[in-house]
Nanobody, 119 residues
């Protein structure tokens, strides 16, 4: 059974840092891009960061560039280091694994971890 389990969310003051973790299990994810999405109250889910299946390339949405860093290791773990947090980063953060050739080949989601940034 494939599972993605996020952890590391919480309440932090503006300017602070959090490190989110995603533990993926149930299959090999070596051919999967790993993504972090977030959904703020009343807003659509948005892609925050992506790391390719090989780990050789990353993508960040403009609002987090220079503040967030995505990484992955060989043990099916994915991380999102979040620095200089802002109140607008408040959201539920979701880990996603998507087959590198497209979602039809596999698309898995975690349950999410909540991040609240106070001003």
């Amino acid at each position: 059974q494939v599972q993605l389990v996020e952890s590391g969310g919480g309440l932090v003051q503006a300017g602070g840092s959090l490190r989110l973790s995603c533990a993926a299990s149930g299959r090999s994810f070596s051919n999967y891009h790993m993504n972090w999405y977030r959904q703020a109250p009343g807003k659509e889910r948005e892609l925050v960061a992506r790391i390719t299946w090989s780990g050789s390339a990353t993508y960040y949405t403009d609002s987090v560039k220079g503040r967030f860093t995505i990484s992955r290791d060989n043990a099916n773990m994915v991380y999102l280091q979040m620095n200089s947090l802002k109140p607008e980063d408040t959201a539920i953060y979701f880990c996603n694994a998507r087959y590198y050739l497209g979602a039809s080949g596999g698309d898995y989601w975690g349950q999410g971890t909540e991040v609240t940034v106070s001003s």
